[in-house]
C-alpha cells in the first residue's frame, strides 16, 4: 500500500533528519524531493504544490522544540500536514435515519458490486440488516454477481431480472425492506468505462426516487489522479457524501487518495485492502498517514486482531503455553488464526518500520511461503503425531514430508524449531509459577531470594 510513496519519502527523510537547524535553504532541497515524490504518486499538481508550501511556512516559521531535533520537527509538520490532507478526522457514515439508503456509484470496472457485498457485511457488524439491491440492468451477469455475493454473506439480495426500469426496482426495493425489516438498502448501480450523460440521469433520477443518506463513489486507487477528475463530475452530478477506494493493496501510487479531498472537499469513508470480502476497513486519514510515512498502524492490527481472532481460544492456548502443553496442533490453530488478519505484507505493514520489508517482496514471498508450507507439514500428519511429536521417527517424517511436497530436512527443521519453543515455553512457565508463589508469601525478601 503506497509502497513507491512511501520509499520516496523515507529516501527524503534521512536528509531531513541530520538537520542541526532549520531554514528555508537548508530544507529545500529534501522538500523539493517530497514534492517529487508526490507528484510521481500522481498527486494533482496544484495538491502537491501548496502541500509543500504549507510545509514550508510551518517549519521556517516555527520555534524549534529544544527536546527534539529539527528535523525530526520537520517530519512531524509533513505529518500533520499529510493528515490534513487525506481529510483531518475520519467520517463515518449516516445511520441514523431507518431505512438507511445508500447508493453505490462510479465507472465500470472500479469495483461496485463487490464493495457493496463488503459494505452490508460492515453494516451489518454495526447491527443493521441489508438488502442489497441490483439497480445495474445493462453489464452482463451483474445481477447473478450481487446473488452470489448475498448468497455468500447470507443477506437477501433484490433482482427482479423482468425489469429494467431502475426508477421502479428502486421503488420497488424500498417496499421490500419495509415489509421484510432490513433497515439497510444498498443499490449497486450500474457504471459505465467513461462518465455519459444518460447514465448521471438515471442516476439523479434514482437519488430523487430513494433520497440516499449516503451516495457513495467508488474509486479504482490505482486510477491515480483522474479518479479525482472522476470525482468531480460525480459530485456535480450526485452532490457525494463521500468515496470509497478499492484495490489499495495494489501497486496503487496514492494520488487518489492524497487528492480527493483537497480537490473536491469530499471525505474518503472506506477502503478496499484486498480482494477477501473482510478486506473493507473505514479510512482513518492519520492512521494512514503514518503507514505512508512508515510508521506502521499498530492501533488498526490491533482492532483486526480484536475482530477476526477468537478471543477464548487464544486464552486457552495462552494457558498450554504456560504449562508447557503446546503442541503441534495448537501451533496450526495459532497460524490459521493470523492467517485471519489478512497477508503477510499486509500486517508487516502495519508495524513500525514494517514499510522496509515490504518493499523487499522477494523476503515477504519467502515468509509466506514458509507459513504454507508450515501448515501443509502438519496437516499432514495425523492428530496423534500433532500431540506427540516424539512418536515421528524417520519413516513418518518420509510420508509427511511427500504429503507435504517438501523435503524431509525442512521437516526436521520445522521439528527442531518446534521443539526449542516447547523448551523455551515450559521455562518461562516454572520461572512464572515460582514468582507467583513468592509474591504469595507477602514478602519482598522472598522474592529476592530465588
Given at each position: ?10 529516501s527524503?527523510?534521512?536528509?531531513l533528519?541530520?538537520?542541526g ?6 530544507i529545500?532541497?529534501?522538500l523539493?524531493?517530497v ?14 504544490r ?9 517549519a521556517?516559521?516555527?520555534?524549534v522544540?529544544?527536546?527534539i ?8 509538520i509533513?505529518q500533520?500536514?499529510l ?12 445511520l441514523?435515519?431507518?431505512p438507511?439508503?445508500m447508493m453505490?456509484?462510479g ?7 463487490t464493495?457493496?457485498?463488503k ?24 445481477m ?13 439480495v ?6 429494467s426500469d431502475?426508477i421502479?426496482?428502486g ?9 421484510e425489516g432490513?433497515?439497510?438498502v ?10 455519459d450523460?444518460p447514465?448521471?440521469?438515471?442516476l ?16 479504482d ?11 468531480q463530475?460525480?459530485d ?37 485492502i484486498g ?5 473493507f ?10 503507514r ?6 499498530v492501533?488498526?492490527l ?7 481472532v ?43 518500520g514494517?514499510?522496509d ?11 509466506e511461503k ?10 499432514a500428519?495425523?492428530?496423534?503425531e500433532r500431540r506427540?511429536p516424539?512418536v ?19 521437516l ?11 523448551k ?7 520461572f512464572?509459577?515460582?514468582?507467583m ?6 514478602s ?6 530465588g
Open positions: 500500500m503506497f509502497d513507491s510513496l512511501s520509499g520516496k519519502l523515507q527524503a527523510f534521512k536528509n533528519r541530520g538537520l537547524t532549520i531554514s528555508e535553504s537548508n529545500s532541497d529534501s523539493r524531493e514534492r517529487m515524490a508526490l507528484l510521481e504518486a500522481d498527486v494533482n499538481f496544484k495538491v502537491a501548496d502541500f509543500i508550501e504549507r510545509v514550508k511556512q510551518k521556517v516559521g516555527q520555534e522544540v529544544k527536546s531535533q529539527p528535523g525530526q520537527q520537520i517530519i512531524k509533513i500533520d500536514e493528515v490534513e490532507l487525506l481529510g483531518s478526522e475520519s467520517t463515518e457514515l449516516s441514523s435515519q431507518k438507511v439508503c453505490m456509484v465507472l465500470h470496472g472500479s469495483g461496485k458490486t464493495t457493496s457485498g459494505l452490508a457485511k460492515w453494516v451489518n457488524g454495526k447491527g443493521l440488516s441489508p438488502l442489497l439491491v441490483a439497480a445495474d440492468v445493462y453489464r452482463p451477469a451483474a447473478e454477481q450481487l446473488e452470489t455475493l448475498g448468497k455468500q454473506l447470507g443477506f437477501p433484490f433482482a427482479p431480472r423482468n425489469q431502475v421502479k426496482i421503488r420497488e426495493a424500498l417496499k421490500k425492506a419495509k415489509a432490513q433497515d439497510c444498498i443499490f449497486d448501480t450500474a457504471g459505465r468505462l467513461q462518465i450523460q447514465l448521471v440521469q438515471e439523479v433520477q434514482l437519488r430523487k426516487e430513494v433520497k440516499p443518506r449516503e451516495t457513495l463513489l467508488v474509486l486507487a490505482a486510477t491515480g489522479q483522474e479518479a479525482v477528475n472522476v470525482a463530475h460525480f456535480e452530478a450526485l452532490d457525494i457524501t463521500g468515496a470509497i477506494l478499492t484495490k489499495l493493496d495494489g501497486d496503487a501510487r496514492g494520488g487518489a487518495a492524497l487528492s480527493l479531498k483537497a480537490v473536491t472537499g469530499k471525505p474518503i469513508k472506506f477502503a478496499g480482494e477477501k470480502l473482510e478486506d476497513e473505514p479510512f482513518y486519514p492519520d492512521r494512514m498517514a503514518s505512508i510515512l512508515g510508521m506502521g498502524d492501533v488498526s490491533v482492532e483486526k486482531a480484536q475482530d477476526q477468537d478471543a477464548d481460544e487464544s486464552k486457552r492456548l495462552e494457558e498450554k503455553m504456560r504449562k508447557g502443553q503446546f503442541t503441534l496442533e495448537d501451533f496450526l490453530e495459532q497460524l490459521r488464526q493470523m492467517k485471519k488478519l489478512g497477508s503477510l505484507e499486509s500486517i508487516v505493514g502495519m508495524l513500525p514494517g514499510s520489508m515490504t518493499q523487499n517482496p522477494d523476503q515477504i514471498n519467502k515468509a514458509e507459513f504454507k508450507h508450515m501448515e501443509g507439514m502438519i496437516c500428519m495425523t492428530p496423534h506427540n516424539q515421528l521417527n524417520a519413516r513418518r517424517r518420509q510420508r509427511i514430508a511427500k504429503g507435504s511436497g517438501v523435503k524431509v530436512a525442512e526436521n527443521n520445522l521439528l527442531r524449531r518446534f521443539d526449542q519453543m516447547q523455551t515455553m515450559k521455562k518461562m512457565g516454572k512464572q509459577k515460582q514468582m508463589k513468592k509474591m504469595g508469601k507477602g519482598l525478601s522472598g522474592m529476592l531470594k
